[in-house]
């Protein structure tokens, strides 16, 4: 599934990285841990987080995942979308909790059983 579809899917609005919305999303991770995320996310994931400090990107381009989705309609700093628009990743916001975003992206990508 293509991440805009899921943008679309979730009403989510799409804070940098509008390029890359065709990107496929393979799978997705649910933590706010940097050291988690670099232990446990997959590339072609989206990271799901209610972190918005700079460091995410960092985390996220090691990772190699497809984006960033904040939680909870939190706000991201300027410095953060641009630090995440010059590594080319995208940053899109969830209206809903953590769980309610995991549950909804696990269900589109045909996940659940």
């Not at 991440?3 to 997705?28: H, K, W």
């Amino acid at each position: 599934m293509q991440l805009g579809d899921i943008v679309d899917s979730l009403g989510c609005s799409v804070c940098c990285g509008e390029e890359a919305l065709t990107r496929e999303v393979t799978g997705g991770f649910c933590g706010d841990l940097l050291s988690d995320v670099i232990a446990g996310a997959s590339e072609g994931s989206v990271w799901i987080t209610r972190q918005t400090h700079q460091n995410i990107v960092a985390v996220a381009a090691l990772r190699d995942v497809v984006a960033i989705i904040i939680v909870d309609g939190n706000e991201v700093s300027p410095e953060t979308v641009a630090k995440a628009s010059a590594e080319g990743i995208p940053i899109v916001i969830s209206p809903y909790k953590a769980f309610e975003t995991a549950g909804k992206i696990y269900a589109l990508l045909g996940m659940a059983k």
